[in-house]
């Protein structure tokens, strides 16, 4: 059973839906694809050194990132050899069917195999955290389970205040404490009250910190240790918050988090608001981690499960949809 379910409207069977939203809402990566990559490839000119430079050159300015660039030129030249391509229009098809080999695995189902399941979401300052713990709020609730929040960012008063008003708003529970308390206690109390009162699912919240602080992410540490005296397995799922406007900076983030508290799964937020969503493919290609939902608004609808098909095709849609 997965714990999040694909509600109406977001069936893997209603793609045209599907597409177009992913298409509206990454306008600006869209257009930074359309620009260096889409442009140069729907030239009806021939397959030579000087195509295959300047795609090079194209991907790294979508924010592939160059180790990714490099992998995916390195798998377009093998099957130019292999499949005898000879123009661009059939290496922009083969650069599509790459892409979605590369972020294929990172759509994957989130498993509930806990009850409650713990999450705790971690990410720096800004990236959307307390914003992506209430609108899981809302949509849990919408599939009507039994939500609990821990507002353990108590170094951040509105982020305790704005947490309330989520959860006020999708019925979900709240455990807080003042600002300025111990945020491994919040932690402890949630799961143990969860744990008591039938809860579906607990979500922590977390101060925002940079990867360089050390303080802040020990703190991450000691939350956790916290959890296993209670359940030794919890948190479940650590959910590290991305914001995809840092761009290849995410890399670095994802790199710090995992190494500090053990990562096992992305969010990637604020999609709709950038043209740096090709580092998407570099977190898919480098950790393994799932995304297990991308941020494309500000509404708590925007909150969308990643589907690797749709993201594609929102980048480098298919002849006849192209602008």
Not at 95 to 121: C, G, M, N, T
Not at 274 to 281: D, P, S, W
Request: proline share 4%; with cysteine.
């Amino acid at each position: 059973m997965a714990l999040f379910r694909k509600s109406e409207g977001e069936k893997p069977s209603d793609k045209p839906g599907v597409f177009a939203r992913f298409s509206e809402r990454l306008a600006g990566t869209r257009q930074a694809f359309g620009q260096n990559v889409g442009k140069l490839l729907r030239r009806r000119r021939p397959l030579d050194a000087s195509l295959l430079e300047e795609l090079e050159t194209a991907l790294i300015a979508a924010d592939l990132g160059v180790g990714t660039t490099e992998s995916v030129m390195s798998e377009i030249q093998k099957r130019i050899s292999r499949h005898g391509l000879s123009d661009a229009p059939a290496v922009y098809t083969t650069l599509k069917q790459i892409l979605y080999e590369i972020v294929r695995p990172a759509e994957r189902p989130w498993p509930k195999a806990h009850s409650p399941e713990v999450v705790l979401l971690v990410g720096v300052n800004g990236a959307g955290k307390t914003t992506t713990v209430g609108k899981l709020c809302a949509r849990l609730h919408g599939e009507g389970q039994r939500v609990m929040v821990a507002a353990a960012d108590t170094f951040r008063a509105a982020a305790i205040e704005q947490l309330a008003a989520w959860a006020e708003r999708t019925g979900a529970e709240i455990i807080s404490q003042p600002r300025g308390a111990d945020a491994a206690a919040v932690a402890h109390d949630a799961l143990a009250a969860a744990r008591a009162r039938s809860v579906d699912t607990l979500l922590i919240d977390s101060a925002g910190r940079l990867h360089t602080q050390t303080g802040l992410m020990d703190e991450l540490a000691k939350i956790k240790r916290v959890l296993a005296r209670i359940d030794p397995e919890s948190p479940h799922e650590v959910i590290l918050v991305l914001d995809a406007g840092i761009g290849q900076n995410a890399l670095a983030q994802l790199e710090h988090f995992h190494k500090a508290i053990g990562v096992t799964g992305l969010c990637v937020t604020k999609l709709d608001g950038t043209a740096k969503g090709g580092v998407v493919f570099a977190l898919a290609q480098r950790y393994g981690l799932p995304i297990y939902f991308v941020g494309l608004g500000e509404a708590a609808d925007d909150l969308r499960p990643f589907e690797a098909r749709a993201f594609v095709e929102a980048l480098l849609p298919a002849d006849e949809e192209a602008a």
